[in-house]
């Protein structure tokens, strides 16, 4: 029996865990689960997978979760805020940790797993965009394993070759192809985009995820970070990543070989794939996914991003050039513009405009610490906060039809 602790178990990646753990009761149990305010949520699933440990980030909400498992009288002991979260990450009868926890919240859990030596199932992109060489270093001293568990690192992971090597040069990679749906906007023009609303942007014509990754996938933020978090993954130089659209979803990303071919992985667009092929890693196992059938696919098509209409792209581009601090500070920029965004205080043009504002307002730094990070990363938080407040942008007007 492996313990999994769930990082973000209420979020849509932790709860497509939970429904893979499911499947396979003989081999995996609960052994933490984490969210940030979601008492009821937290509630349900504490009821349905007795863990020994529940952790909120929130305190207030860990004491009423306290009450709540009391009065159900659950044998569940209730932690609070990072300290119970990397306390969970890092416990000793633990085998598995899904970090699944949104935003640059997850970084010091994960981090606690990695120095814990721990299988690190990482769904949070934003550790590596932050952290990158922080975190890589502490996988690599605390010997743990790393399992990319977003689809396209996922799919460039199954079809790498596994020795070691010191440039993708090296063992015959020429370049990895991370594909992109292009989000419900991909043949918007920049007028029609000017009046997208929250409501219109958190539709994603393929995957179903939390509302800040989908309209980061919108945007084409996500596929920003990803090619960030593609660089400390595999040790690639930003020139060596590419970005297709592929709006069908179904190769979720390919690996270009110096003889001319290209490897790729396929599959319905799930997540409970990359899930289960993390859980089991060196094996694979049932995930619930329905077998891709290519005769209702019919057809792949593909297409180059149109970085003018979706500057967040190119931008993230020129933070990973940038190096440093300049990835964190574009992270937490995005995080900030993208939450005021789905309260309806900034259009949805605002959000690159802000992002490009922050990163010529704060000079990158060379990281030197996890302290150092944060503080930049509190920094950016409150420079946007207070660009937003400035701002005399109109309210979000309502989408024009397309």
Avoid at 228 to 251: K, M
């Amino acid at each position: 029996m492996q313990y999994v602790t769930i990082l973000g178990s209420t979020g849509t990646i932790g709860q497509q865990t939970l429904d893979v753990i499911s499947q396979h009761p003989g081999r995996y149990g609960v052994f933490a689960l984490t969210a940030h305010s979601n008492v009821e949520a937290m509630l349900q699933q504490c009821a349905q997978y007795q863990p020994r440990y529940a952790v909120m980030q929130d305190a207030a909400s860990a004491q009423l979760l306290q009450q709540r498992v009391q009065a159900e009288q659950l044998k569940i002991e209730v932690l609070a805020g990072v300290d119970g979260l990397t306390e969970v990450a890092a416990h000793a009868e633990v085998s598995i940790v899904m970090a699944a926890i949104v935003g640059a919240a997850g970084l010091l859990p994960a981090l606690a797993a990695a120095k814990a030596g721990k299988k690190i199932l990482l769904a949070n992109k934003e550790t590596l965009v932050m952290a990158g060489q922080l975190f890589m270093d502490a996988v690599k001293q605390g010997q743990a394993t790393l399992l990319p568990i977003d689809s396209e690192h996922n799919a460039i992971f199954q079809v790498m070759p596994r020795q070691a090597y010191s440039d993708l040069r090296d063992v015959g990679v020429n370049q990895i192809i991370l594909t992109a749906s292009g989000g419900p906007f991909r043949r918007y023009t920049q007028a029609q985009l000017q009046d997208v609303t929250p409501a219109l942007a958190l539709k994603h014509p393929n995957w179903v995820m939390g509302a800040k990754i989908t309209i980061d996938s919108s945007t084409l933020m996500n596929k920003g970070l990803e090619v960030i978090e593609a660089r400390w993954l595999f040790d690639a130089r930003p020139e060596q990543i590419e970005v297709v659209v592929h709006p069908q979803s179904v190769i979720h990303s390919m690996v270009s070989y110096v003889d001319g071919s290209i490897l790729a992985q396929l599959g319905n667009p799930d997540m409970r794939t990359p899930i289960a092929y993390g859980l089991a890693y060196p094996e694979r196992i049932a995930s619930g996914v329905k077998p891709l059938s290519l005769i209702e696919v019919a057809k792949l098509e593909f297409e180059a991003p149109d970085t003018q209409r979706f500057p967040c792209l190119s931008l993230a581009y020129d933070a990973l050039a940038a190096g440093g601090t300049a990835p964190a500070i574009l992270n937490a920029a995005n995080e900030v513009a993208v939450a005021a965004f789905l309260r309806e205080q900034i259009q949805y043009l605002d959000i690159p405009r802000l992002l490009e504002m922050t990163l010529q307002q704060l000079p990158a730094e060379q990281v030197q610490s996890i302290e150092q990070l944060l503080a930049i990363d509190a920094e950016a938080r409150a420079f946007v906060t207070q660009a937003i407040a400035n701002m005399t942008t109109a309210p979000v007007r309502k989408a024009v039809s397309v």
